[in-house]
Every structure is written in structure tokens, then in C-alpha cells.
């Protein structure tokens, strides 16, 4: 029995004996024989936006904190039942800013009177069917919201889009390390290291405006039009020579 114990640890020990230089001899990097190039590579791709954040809120001024807080409070009741029906789901409204603060009458060479307060209260939400933005921007407004600002466009889920400009970007640095290997008499051997930047376009929010004396049968209209979604890669090659 003791024979047999002994047996098994000379074995086991062994075996680990025999592990470690293949671990050593895997985490191995071969280096670097010949000429190392860093290129810097883009990828683009043109998706139109699917979804949309807009701010919408409400500015009220009263003489009393208490009585611009109440009115406040109830146009902006009005603003998220507007909302609700037009079938904004609850999880894509949220409050952004809530502030009150006073007003003051300014006068050469005299002191700032106190006039009133105003308060504001806003929400930003997230529409995920773009053609209805303009619609229900109306509506809001027709229930008192007076400050809105937006839209900012984007894609929901941009990540098969950028694999595609990854992919591209490759491709491209790829075109690029071959030509300078061409011209220098060289060859492509390897890539040595891949990092990446993702840069997405998508441009600022803009004011939305609309003249309250304008007829009922004009609708806002948000056109999506498109964004470009980018990657940056800057590839590391070993280029050897000569090219044969």
C-alpha cells in the first residue's frame, strides 16, 4: 500500500513537472524580427436613428413660492398624462429638473426687488417610435408644456453596426500595411497588437420652437435623415523583407 502511495506521488509529480513547460512555453511571444508598422484605420457604416430623447418640462411664475409650485405642479400633471395616453411607457420618463427660485425687478441705483418665484419642472423622454415625436411634441404643448428641447437622435442598439465598421476598419488597415510594405520592398508577416476607439455621430439636441399662433393643421415633422457610426483601430504589424 505505502509502495503504491509512493508510486502515485512520484507520478503526480511528475506530470506537473511536465505541465509547467508547456504553460511557460505557450505564454511564449515570438519578437519582433523585422520592421514594426502602426497603422491607424477607420471604419463607417450609415444607419438611421430609431429612437429619439427629447426634454420637455414646464416654467411657471407666481407671486408666492407656494402658488408657482401648484401650478406648476398641475401643467405638469397635464404633461405626463399627455404622455401616458399617447402610450409612452412609464420605464422612458424620467424627471431631469426640478428648481424653483426667485425673481427679481432690477433698476439703475436701486436695489433688486422681489417679484415673484418661478419654478421649473422637466422630464426627458425617450420616444421609440420617431414618426410619433412630432405629434406628441403638439399635444404637449397643447397641455402647457413651454420648454422643450431636443430631439437628440440615436440607435437603440448600435452594436451590429459597429461590428461592421470593425470589420471594415480591418480591412482597411490591412489595404494600408500592404502598401506601405509594397513600397518599402517588404512583406506582411504578422499582426502584432489591435486597439480600438468607437466614435458614434450623434449630433447635439436641438431647441424645439413653435409659434402658439400657428394654424392647428401644421405638425411638427422629425425627420431622422441618418448618422454614421465609426470605429478607429490602430493595427500593429511586423512587415519583413525583402519581398520575395
Given at each position: 500500500m505505502i509502495r503504491t502511495m509512493m508510486a502515485a506521488a512520484v507520478l503526480s509529480t511528475s506530470l506537473v513537472a511536465a505541465a509547467v513547460p508547456a504553460v511557460a512555453q505557450q505564454a511564449e511571444v515570438r519578437p519582433i524580427s523585422g520592421t514594426r508598422l502602426d497603422v491607424v484605420a477607420q471604419g463607417e457604416v450609415a444607419r438611421v436613428p430609431d429612437?429619439?430623447?427629447?426634454?420637455?418640462?414646464?416654467?411657471?411664475?407666481?407671486?408666492?413660492?407656494?402658488?408657482?409650485?401648484?401650478?406648476?405642479?398641475?401643467?405638469?400633471?397635464?404633461?405626463?398624462?399627455a404622455l401616458r395616453q399617447a402610450g409612452i411607457a412609464e420605464q422612458d420618463i424620467q424627471t431631469s429638473t426640478i428648481n424653483l427660485q426667485p425673481s427679481y425687478r432690477y433698476a439703475e441705483n436701486q436695489p433688486p426687488q422681489l417679484v415673484g418665484y418661478q419654478a421649473v419642472n422637466e422630464v426627458t423622454v425617450r420616444f421609440r417610435d420617431i414618426a410619433e415625436t412630432g405629434r406628441i411634441l403638439d399635444a404637449l404643448v397643447a397641455q402647457g408644456a413651454n420648454q422643450i428641447n431636443g430631439p437628440m437622435l440615436s440607435i437603440d442598439e448600435?452594436?451590429?453596426?459597429l461590428?461592421?465598421?470593425?470589420?471594415?476598419?480591418?480591412?482597411?488597415?490591412r489595404a494600408r500595411a500592404?502598401?506601405?510594405?509594397?513600397?518599402?520592398?517588404?512583406?506582411?508577416?504578422?499582426v502584432l497588437a489591435v486597439s480600438e476607439s468607437a466614435q458614434g455621430g450623434m449630433p447635439p439636441p436641438r431647441p424645439y420652437?413653435?409659434?402658439?399662433?400657428?394654424?392647428?393643421?401644421?405638425?411638427?415633422?422629425?425627420?431622422?435623415?441618418?448618422?454614421?457610426?465609426?470605429v478607429t483601430l490602430t493595427v500593429s504589424f511586423e512587415l519583413e523583407g525583402p519581398n520575395p
Open positions: 429612437i429619439a430623447h427629447i426634454s420637455a418640462g414646464v416654467v411657471t411664475q407666481a407671486p408666492t413660492a407656494t402658488a408657482a409650485i401648484r401650478q406648476n405642479a398641475d401643467r405638469m400633471a397635464a404633461v405626463r398624462a448600435p452594436e451590429s453596426a461590428d461592421e465598421a470593425r470589420v471594415q476598419a480591418l480591412t482597411n488597415a500592404e502598401l506601405y510594405a509594397r513600397s518599402l520592398g517588404m512583406r506582411v508577416a504578422r420652437m413653435r409659434d402658439m399662433a400657428a394654424s392647428a393643421q401644421a405638425e411638427t415633422q422629425i425627420v431622422p435623415g441618418e448618422q454614421t457610426l465609426s
